[in-house]
């Protein structure tokens, strides 16, 4: 009887923390595509609200991971990684009781802190133990049993809104379950333990800790902040993924199309995630995230220009593209380029900088968004075809390079 060799790289904290966010991003998802209509038709808010709620919720994230990326590289990570799915379920569970958009509001400001506080560590502890070139692999794979999470949420949602004879708000508890069970995963995760330096047991003095270092905490490569500065400026045209299902009801679907449209987006998103980031492990990651950027742009400027409803599923399914080629591969990007001991510093950078982005993209994109959301689609979508072009230009000189295979290549 032939058994099946795991991979070097699926390491027991790669494979329960991508366990941990599949069960989280099944909660998120679940209600992420019904919130926008449950914001403006169930509770009364405007188009700018949308906006407004999902930018400052991404803002709060964002502040929240810069300090957490660098509180990574000191502390425990594993207890952070837990406080922030811990909030995540909080916020879940005040939206279950929100009566007004303002406590909706608060509640998304609460799971996106939880967001921020869980994500530059994470990310840093799914490298413990890997090899080098394995870095795409990982991140892929992560973001594909984090997005499939996010096929089984809208599902379960678009069954469980027939059973409850279409009504929201039993969703909104649903929700609450999958993101408790995902704290309590957590408890699974295991950590290297750090030891403090020059600390000598039995005369034989202890390594020092990864965290530390002689000169202090390490600059970041003037590449990979070249990098970062770079990918922050492009999220200030990613506008809240709440704002293009907004721009799918006004087409005219309906609630149930507005989600199966999500779940397509999501299939996509989760296929191709992993054989992106393993892509990026043999191919320079610029020209992988400039494909992404090209499926940004043909998801923005294609929602902007259809007129018809049925469009919305194929332009959508092409977006899914978008996040798989970027997302993990960012990632992997900026980890590649980032000294072993600031690892948690530059994720939490990278990802406070362009979630921060991302609010202001909620906030002009609502403001702009008028009776159709044409305009603000068209600019970006615009702007993310520019940003390709340009990337494929002049990548390398962001530190785009092939990643350094190790002597044993990860299977």
Same mark, same amino acid.
């Given at each position: ?7 070097? #790289? ?17 909660? +998120?998802?679940?209600l ?43 502390? +425990? ?5 837990? *406080?922030?799915? %811990? ?5 879940? *569970?005040?939206?279950? &009781? ?35 070139? +394995? ?27 027939? *059973? ?8 909104? #508890?649903?929700?609450? &379950? ?5 704290v ?12 403090p330096?020059?600390? !000598? ?25 070249l ?9 200030? !045209? ?7 299902l ?33 892509? +990026? ?6 020209? !992988? ?7 940004f ?5 294609g ?8 469009? &919305?599923?194929?332009?959508?399914? !092409?977006?899914? %593209? ?10 992997? #990007? ?25 609010l202001?993209?909620?906030? #002009? ?21 520019? *940003?390709? &072009? ?8 962001? %530190? ?12």
């Amino acid at each position: 009887m032939t058994t099946v060799r795991r991979p070097r #790289w699926l390491t027991r904290n790669v494979a329960t923390l991508s366990g941990v966010s599949f069960l989280q991003d099944a909660a +998120s998802e679940l209600l992420y595509p019904i919130l926008p209509i449950f914001l403006t038709t169930v509770l009364g808010a405007p188009a700018a609200v949308v906006g407004a709620v999902e930018g400052a919720a991404e803002g709060a994230a964002s502040l929240t991971k810069i300090v957490a990326g660098r509180l990574a590289d000191r502390s +425990s990570k594993r207890r952070l990684i837990g *406080l922030g799915y %811990g909030l995540a379920a909080v916020g879940k *569970l005040i939206i279950a &009781v929100a009566g007004s958009w303002p406590v909706v509001l608060v509640a998304r400001c609460v799971d996106r802190l939880g967001k921020g506080i869980r994500g530059a560590p994470r990310d840093a502890l799914l490298m413990e133990g890997v090899e080098a070139d +394995s870095r795409g692999r990982i991140f892929g794979f992560h973001r594909m049993a984090d997005t499939l999470g996010a096929v089984v949420g809208p599902a379960l949602g678009l069954v469980l809104y027939e *059973l409850f004879h279409r009504q929201i708000a039993p969703l909104l #508890w649903v929700a609450v &379950v999958p993101a408790v069970l995902s704290v309590l995963l957590v408890a699974v995760v295991r950590e290297q333990r750090r030891a403090p330096a020059a600390v !000598v047991r039995q005369g034989v003095p202890r390594r020092t800790t990864p965290a530390a270092h002689p000169g202090g905490p390490a600059r970041l490569p003037a590449r990979l902040r070249l990098l970062i500065g770079g990918l922050a400026v492009f999220s200030l !045209v990613n506008f809240p993924d709440a704002l293009l299902l907004l721009r799918a009801h006004d087409l005219g679907l309906t609630t149930e199309g507005v989600i199966g449209a999500y779940i397509l987006y999501n299939v996509a998103y989760a296929g191709l995630s992993y054989p992106a980031g393993a892509l +990026s492990d043999r191919l320079p990651r610029h020209l !992988v995230f400039a494909a992404g950027l090209g499926c940004f742009a043909a998801g923005y400027l294609g929602l902007g220009l259809i007129s018809e409803p049925g469009w &919305v599923f194929p332009v959508l399914t !092409v977006y899914g %593209g978008f996040a798989a080629a970027t997302d993990g591969v960012g990632k992997a #990007w900026v980890s590649s380029l980032a000294p072993a001991q600031v690892q948690g510093r530059a994720q939490g950078l990278f990802q406070g900088l362009t979630g921060g982005g991302v609010l202001v993209a909620g906030i #002009w994109a609502g403001l702009a968004w008028g009776d159709a959301g044409r305009v603000p689609l068209l600019v970006s979508g615009a702007a993310g075809l520019l *940003l390709a &072009v340009g990337l494929v230009v002049a990548g390398r000189r962001l %530190g785009a390079a092939i990643p350094p295979r190790a002597a044993h290549p990860a299977q």
